[in-house]
Each structure stands twice: as C-alpha cells, then as structure tokens.
C-alpha cells in the first residue's frame, strides 16, 4: 500500500530525508508518495556558503534550479505549513489547502536570535539565502561593520566584510571567541588571526541599545557608556530551534523538538530531524546540534526509520567553519578533557586531540583536514592509546587506527 510521507521543510535535514525515502522507493523497498513543503522557493542551497563565499561573490549567486520531480518527489516550494490537526493526520498549508498524511517528518529548522535591546532590529542577521543577500549588498557600500556575537557566524561575516575591505569590530559580551565550542588556546589563535587580518575587538561588552542617526550610521550604546559608531551591524548571537508549528500541535518541547532514537516525536505518526530537534546523544542525554553534517545524517536517519528501514544513528559530533583563509573543524568534545596532544605547527596547521583517561574525546584540526577521518574513528573505537605515539610525527593516526587499541 502507498503511504504519503510529508516532510515540512527543505533544507538539509528535510532534503536528505527525501532523497533517503526517494532512494528506498527507487528500490523497491518502499511503496511511498514524498511531498516536501517549504516556505522557501529558491531551495535547495548550501546554508553554510551564505556567511562564506556567497557573501564575498561579485554576484550574489542565484541557486541552480533542481528538478524534485525526476527524483520522485513533489515539491511545494514558496508554502509555508500553518498547523498540524494530527487527529486527522493533516498539514495545513498557508492559504487553506490541506495536505493528509500517513507519516509527518518535521524539519523547520530554527531562527537567528535577535538582539534584544531598543533598535535592535536594526541588526542584520544570517539564516537564509534572502538574509544573504541583503547583507551582500550592504557590504558593497563599504565602511565600518559591527559585528555582535564571536560565534561561528559573526565571525565568518567579520572575516568575509574584511576580504572586502570593510573596517570590522567585533562585540562579544563573553571574554573569548567560540567560547562555547573550541577550547581557551584555540580561541586565542583564532583571534590572532582575526587581529592580524585587521578585525577589531571588544570582549565583555554589553549593549544596551542601538540608535540610527539621520546620516543612516548606526550607534551601538555599550554597558559601560561607550558608544560605538558603525554603518551596518550584524548580530550572530544564536539560535532558537523553530518549534512553532510541533508545540500548537501539542508535541513535547525542550528547546527543540523532543525525539527518540529514531526521531519519533511525542505524538504518533509524527516524526523529526535536524537542527530543530533534542535528540538523545552519545552520551544517551538530550542534546541539540545545529551543524550541517548532523542535519544531513540525521535526516536521513530517520528517514528510513520512518519508513520501517534499518538505520543506526551514533554519531561523532563534527563541524567546520572557514575563517581568514584557514579551515577549522572540530570533531567529539574538545572542552570535556583533561589532556592534550599537539600534533603540527602551534602557531598553524596542526591537530590537536583531547583526550581523557586515555582515550580520544575530542579534536581540533586547523588546516589538517585529511586528519578529519582517522581521528573519527579513533574516538569511535574509544581505544586508550599511548601518549608518546600520539605525539611522535612520524607515526600517522591512521596506522594507530589498523592497529586497534595501543594500551599505556
Ligand atoms: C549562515 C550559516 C552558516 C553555516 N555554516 C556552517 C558551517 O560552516 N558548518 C556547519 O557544520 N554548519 C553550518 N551551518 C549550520 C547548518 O547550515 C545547519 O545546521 C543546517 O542548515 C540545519 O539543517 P535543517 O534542515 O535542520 O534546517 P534548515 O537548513 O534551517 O532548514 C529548515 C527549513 O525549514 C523551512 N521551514 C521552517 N518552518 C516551516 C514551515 N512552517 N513550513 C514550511 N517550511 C518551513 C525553512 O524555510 C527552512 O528552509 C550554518 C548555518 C548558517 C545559517
């Protein structure tokens, strides 16, 4: 029997999730119709690329059409899903029309986090390609950028207005950049390369409110009565998983959209996947990730098990970022540990692994991608390895992999 599966949102998750359902119909494993809706028409896109390359292109870049149909799925883009009525297992969609279901898979994603002070709004903020390209075009009148919030996306903006040539300061209420997801000696070389680049900052500042003169420049009011001058300001100060839709129709919420290991909600029938969602971890607590690869997998995931396929979901949680010409990327839990080990130059390309009792729980790799791979998979294996071989160059993390567990 056909079942209608409606996965509400296109983006990374939502897309990998019909794609994943449109494979196993392809194959004969399912006999499924796949409707994905989304509020946004010009999909699908990378949402990484729109604080990197998107924003430093001559020309906003148009996202290349993509034809849904040929891979057996039905696309609504441009529609927005107004409500849930899950007694009746329907969607419906802005304008009335009401689309039945036999699975849901909620992937709504989430909103940047707006600065809340008076004038606020004035800050411009990064989620979508429309975001990207007002922003594109605000930088292309040059001057001094504010940027509020040293996390993954203020500072690739910062980085991005500098290959401009934009004068940039960056406010960060806390005392260090990625402070929530690098450890202490990695900010600071971050930021190093951030000052060398040119980019200002100003740690353990407060704002207080955010005025627009009659020239147009903005002037953004710190805590400590300073005052600071800009012509455009952007604010990369979090994000809110989008829980709208899932709460009215009475799905459990904690932050995020609660699931289980398969990316069962609280009410039947209804499932959910992405940045959106609070999923059991590998540490089996509730955790949130709102990371480009996640969003894929985990989409994917429970895509399948949505539609009654094997799938295994423990993953090794990895991101990356692009920042003044290096690329960053972290794997497991780099701020958990009691130990580490720098592998490389401490000034540039290098792998650090942080370990605990022995054992690889997280990583940092500057420009030492190839890395990415063995180290995965030596905190995978949780092995307890030796100190002195992580250390020794000349011994690659791949050959300690084949070599299983090399105990102290
Ligand atoms: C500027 C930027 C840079 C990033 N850079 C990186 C990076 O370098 N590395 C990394 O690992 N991650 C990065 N990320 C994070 C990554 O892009 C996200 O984790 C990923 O997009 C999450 O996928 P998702 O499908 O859960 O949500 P999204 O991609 O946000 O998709 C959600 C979709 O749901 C739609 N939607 C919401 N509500 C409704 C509704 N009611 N009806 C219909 N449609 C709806 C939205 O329009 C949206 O298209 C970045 C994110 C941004 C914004």
Redesign the pocket.
């Given at each position: 029997m056909t079942r209608r599966h409606v996965i509400?949102?296109?983006?990374?998750?939502?897309a990998a999730a019909a794609q994943e359902l449109a494979k196993a119909a392809k194959s004969g494993a399912l006999e499924a119709e796949i409707i994905l809706?989304?509020?946004?028409a010009g999909?699908p896109y990378e949402?990484?690329s729109?604080?990197k390359e998107w924003l430093t292109a001559d020309t906003f870049p148009e996202s290349a059409p993509h034809d849904w149909a040929a891979g057996g799925i039905a696309f609504h883009g441009g529609?927005?899903?107004e409500r849930i009525e899950a007694g009746s297992r329907e969607v419906v969609l802005e304008g009335g029309d009401r689309l039945g279901y036999d699975r849901l898979l909620l992937?709504?994603?989430?909103m940047p986090r707006q600065l809340a002070v008076p004038g606020g709004e004035a800050c411009h903020v990064?989620?979508?390609a429309a975001d990207s390209r007002l922003l594109h075009a605000a930088l292309r009148k040059g001057g001094h950028l504010a940027v509020i919030g040293a996390g993954?996306?203020g500072l690739?903006t910062a980085s991005s207005a500098r290959k401009l040539g934009l004068e940039v300061t960056v406010i960060e209420a806390g005392e260090r950049v990625m402070a929530r997801s690098l450890p202490p000696e990695i900010s600071a070389l971050l930021q190093s390369r951030h000052e060398a680049a040119g980019v200002k900052f100003l740690f353990g500042a407060g704002i207080t409110g955010v005025t627009t003169r009659a020239d147009g420049r903005q002037v953004v009011a710190l805590k400590d009565g300073s005052v600071l001058a800009a012509d455009l300001l952007v604010a990369g100060i979090g994000f809110d998983a989008?829980t709208a839709?899932a709460a009215a129709a009475g799905l459990e919420i904690d932050r995020g959209i609660v699931v289980d290991g398969d990316g069962r909600t609280s009410v039947p029938g209804i499932y959910a996947?992405?940045?959106?969602t609070v999923f059991p971890g590998p540490s089996g607590a509730r955790q949130s990730w709102?990371?480009?690869?996640?969003?894929r997998r985990h989409?994917a995931h429970v895509a399948r098990r949505m539609a009654g396929l094997p799938s295994d979901y423990a993953p090794v949680h990895w991101?990356?970022?692009?920042q003044q010409g290096i690329n960053l990327q972290v794997l497991g839990d780099p701020l958990g540990a009691g130990d580490s080990v720098l592998r490389g130059d401490p000034e540039g390309a290098q792998t650090r692994l942080y370990l605990e009792e022995g054992r690889i729980i997280g990583a940092v790799m500057i420009d030492q991608g190839r890395d990415t791979r063995p180290v995965t998979a030596l905190i995978e294996s949780g092995a307890v390895l030796e100190k002195g071989l992580l250390q020794d160059p000349s011994v690659q993390l791949r050959s300690l992999n084949a070599r299983k567990a090399v105990h102290a």
């Open positions: 509400i949102g296109a983006g990374h998750a939502g809706v989304d509020a946004d999909l949402r990484p729109l604080s529609r927005a899903a992937c709504p994603g989430g990064l989620r979508t993954v996306i690739e989008d839709l996947a992405g940045d959106a709102q990371t480009w690869q996640h969003a989409g991101f990356w970022t692009d």
